[in-house]
């Protein structure tokens, strides 16, 4: 079974940043793809930016430019910056790892960390 522990999330002002932590349990190699989500209240769980096993990076329009999506290899630990932190950020945000199997792709979340952006 995959664990995802997720850290770094918080309370921070507009403008600011935070930079979240995504370490699993096995090798990201593993996984075709990991990525960070968000869910803001009264909302669904949305993509926000995704890295795949070659390395290609997928941002959601509303973070580029903003956020970066990068991976430690040797710690398995995939990270999130956030920069230029807007009120529209402040979400719970989720880790996800997608794990090829036979004839399937399972999916493995972390516990989620609060993103709060706010004066």
């Known amino acids: 079974q995959v664990q995802l522990v997720e850290s770094g999330g918080g309370l921070v002002q507009p403008g600011g940043s935070l930079r979240l932590s995504c370490a699993a349990s096995?090798?990201?190699?593993?996984?075709?793809?990991m990525g960070w989500y968000r869910q803001g209240p009264g909302k669904q769980r949305d993509l926000v930016a995704q890295i795949s096993i070659g390395g290609d990076t997928y941002y959601t329009d509303s973070v580029k430019g903003r956020f970066t999506i990068s991976r430690d290899n040797v710690k398995n630990t995939v990270y999130l910056q956030m920069n230029s932190l807007k009120p529209e950020d402040t979400a719970v945000y989720y880790c996800?790892?997608?794990?090829?199997?036979?004839?399937?792709?399972?999916?493995?979340w972390g516990q989620g960390t609060q993103v709060t952006v706010s004066s």
């Open positions: 996800n790892s997608k794990k090829p199997e036979v004839a399937r792709m399972d999916d493995y």
């Open positions: 096995e090798s990201i190699f593993n996984f075709y793809a």
